[in-house]
């Protein structure tokens, strides 16, 4: 059963987290310090003190941190936006909550501007909190560290992570995230936004911390790109990067009076960016199956190339986090198809050197909840549907040197608290694909290049936004 954790315990939880994770990364980075409201110094040592943070838990905040992790935009005059996904589970309850953030056009010049914060809860719940006044939003340009201020209680917008009991007294509608900590409060304001897609809920409030468990590859080494290097290049409509394929989250959330306490409750988080969503796309996210530690993220998308108009190709992939391993099935070394039903069905399957995965899920007819996401030429509007309830099979083989299966799966587990999602379209009829990715991306995405080695490496601080 959820148990009752307390606030103050919470706050120095993350932000000590935070902090710790933040000190790392600006040593590699040289980046200004990010917290404000309380000495880093002083809140690492308290937390040494009261949470007695050992430092192989901090070793491995930094080992599942991400590249992409920062904020992309460049100040290109383009159409642009970047998005932000952060998903809690709730153990016993088969329910999970969802925060989806979003901006649009941040030079503020455009019709489609704007900043965005939806949430889907349990039973269907849906608010969003819109406006057209993108500077309330800010983000770290190399860490996960990001926030928005849609009403303050002092008249400051903050444009930094604050300490919990800060932002409580600094702002009053809003929301701050990073790797192990984010906290908010947002109350439904759809008077901005594209579409009509009424909100359910009144308000959401909440406060938790995060323990990363799985970023993007194996335990213990270096995270991947999920697009490969090149995504670091203006060459894929939109980008796309899981940032936590699982961890385990502390804290409570609070929908229309109704109050959530969770502890250590699966979560997951993943961005994108670009000029826009692809066209047409499917995913499949679950860290709740039957059999412990696994974690499966698919997806299928019908996405731009190298920003030609009318140019797309279908990608897809199969990544699965098991016993501290990534089992990585993708384009550019595996086959990937799938059939997916306009909404209901789920199947998909990938052949790799050593390992071949199906993944198959269903979701009942009135299980989806709409929700808005970002167009070229209507900005962001009802475009999708989801639901947390999917039922979710992952059956996984070794292959042996010929290719062939070693007998029995490896792995055959299932769950009933899976996140499915079908978006885009036209969507007639079943969408029956296999990956393709385009010659000589294909090629070149194989080659080891790490960006942000030669970045580091050339005189000056080159490292592109977002890495």
Known sequence: MPTTTSPCSLTLRGVCWQAHLSQQRRQQHHTKPIILGRNPLKQQRACSRRQALSASSVA????????????????????????????????????????????????????????????????????????????IFWADRHELVLGACFKGKTGAIPRQLLDGDRFTRTVEQGYQAALTWHQG???????????????????????????????????????????????????????????????LSTGWIECDGKRYDFHDAPSYSEKNWGGRFPSKWWWVVCNTFDSPDV?????????????????????????????????????????????????????????????????????????????????????????????????????????????????????????????????????????EAQAKMQQPLKSIVQIPIDVRGIAEALPGNVLPPGL
């Open 185 to 247: 409060s947002l109350e439904s304001d759809d008077s901005t936004a594209a579409g009509e897609l009424p909100p359910t809920v009144k308000s959401v409030k909440w406060a938790y911390s995060t323990r990363p468990i799985y970023g993007w590859g194996d335990t213990g080494t270096d995270q991947k790109s999920t697009a490969g290097w090149l995504a670091a290049m203006p060459v894929f409509e939109p980008h796309w990067q899981v940032l936590m394929a699982h961890g």
């Open 60 to 135: 491995s905040m930094t080992e599942v941190s991400t590249p992409h992790s920062g904020y992309h935009y460049n100040g290109a005059k383009r159409r642009f936006f970047e998005g932000w996904y952060f998903k809690v589970t709730l153990p016993g309850e088969g329910q999970s909550f969802a925060w989806m953030y979003s901006i649009e056009d941040p030079a503020g010049d455009s019709k489609f501007r704007g900043c965005g914060a939806q949430v889907m809860g349990p039973d269907k719940a849906y608010l969003v909190q819109h406006t057209d006044n993108t500077r």
């Open 295 to 431: 974690a499966l993220t698919t997806v299928g998308a019908r996405r731009g190339i190298l920003n030609i108009p009318g140019v797309e190709e279908d990608v897809g992939l199969i990544g699965i986090h098991w016993q501290g391993k990534f089992i990585e099935l993708v384009p550019w070394n595996s086959t990937v198809s799938w059939e997916i039903a306009p909404w209901g069905q789920w199947k998909a399957w990938a052949k790799g050197e050593s390992y071949e995965a199906c993944v198959e899920a269903t979701a009942g007819p009135d299980d989806g909840t709409v929700l808005r996401a970002p167009t070229e030429k209507q900005g962001l509007i009802p475009l999708c549907q989801d639901t947390f309830l999917g039922k979710v099979r992952l059956q996984l083989w070794r292959l042996d040197k010929h290719g062939q299966r070693e007998g029995s799966p490896v792995l055959d587990t299932s769950s009933t608290s899976g996140a499915l999602e079908t978006g885009g379209g036209p969507w007639p009829a079943t969408w």
